[in-house]
């Protein structure tokens, strides 16, 4: 993926800054259905048999998408299993939480998102020293409704924020992003309908 790529799904998140996380099939037309309300779709379903085909129905309809390479069955996260992501699939990048991953789906040009879970001060830890080895494109925190935890991710990095998990409102979602939060993800579809911005 080009920085030109990522610049634009960037903007896109300031404008949109909602992205849908669907974890079951039955969601996929809907985050469809709220297209003009979203930023992306991180895809948390399927297999590496239909996979390719709800990317291309994503990207036909001009949504970005994301897969969550552990939520995915089949694929490997090995070189050659990304390699054929990347060739075959073809979405616009990744979520994992695997730092290795990170490197090798950015030299094959994919958009690489790391999600890191914080459950206490270890966690932010990790998180600075994992961007130092594997340079995302852009950090998912999980879960969301940490505020102070946020800001402090802000301070640790200029990458955009993504946070995600235990949103159940879109007053929580926007208090994200009023602490630092660039977007939010979300698996509830009743949050994909509204605005942000």
Same mark, same amino acid.
């Given at each position: ?6 610049e634009?799904?960037?903007?896109g ?6 992205i ?6 039955k ?5 469809l259905a709220?297209r ?5 779709v991180?895809?948390?379903t399927?297999?590496?048999g239909v996979v390719r ?6 990207k036909s309809?001009?949504l970005p ?6 939520k995915?069955?089949g694929l490997s996260?090995?070189?050659y299993?990304l390699?054929?992501?990347?060739k075959?699939v073809?979405p616009?990048g ?6 290795n ?11 690489a998102?790391?999600?890191f879970f =914080?459950v206490?001060t270890e966690?932010l830890?990790n998180i600075?020293?994992? =961007? ?5 494109d852009?950090v998912?925190?999980m879960?969301a ?17 993504v946070a995600?998990? =235990? =949103? ?7 208090e994200c ?5 660039t ?10 309908r509204?605005?942000?911005k």
């Amino acid at each position: 993926m080009s920085k030109t790529a990522l610049e634009a799904f960037i903007r896109g998140l300031h404008a949109r800054p909602m992205i849908a996380s669907v974890k079951e099939a039955k969601h996929i037309e809907i985050a469809l259905a709220y297209r003009e309300k979203l930023g992306g779709v991180f895809l948390l379903t399927g297999h590496i048999g239909v996979v390719r085909n709800y990317v291309e129905l994503y990207k036909s309809h001009r949504l970005p998408v994301f897969l969550h390479l552990e939520k995915i069955g089949g694929l490997s996260t090995d070189y050659y299993g990304l390699d054929y992501l990347a060739k075959t699939v073809k979405p616009d990048g990744i979520v994992t939480t695997k730092t290795n991953v990170v490197k090798t789906a950015k030299k094959m040009g994919l958009i690489a998102i790391q999600r890191f879970f =914080l459950v206490d001060t270890e966690g932010l830890d990790n998180i600075a020293n994992s =961007l130092s080895n594997a340079e995302p494109d852009i950090v998912e925190v999980m879960p969301a409704r940490i505020p102070e935890a946020l800001r402090r991710v802000q301070a640790l990095t200029p990458l955009p924020v993504v946070a995600g998990g =235990l =949103l159940f409102d879109r007053d929580q979602a926007l208090e994200c992003l009023g602490n630092g939060a660039t977007a939010v993800s979300s698996s509830k579809p009743e949050l994909w309908r509204h605005t942000f911005k």
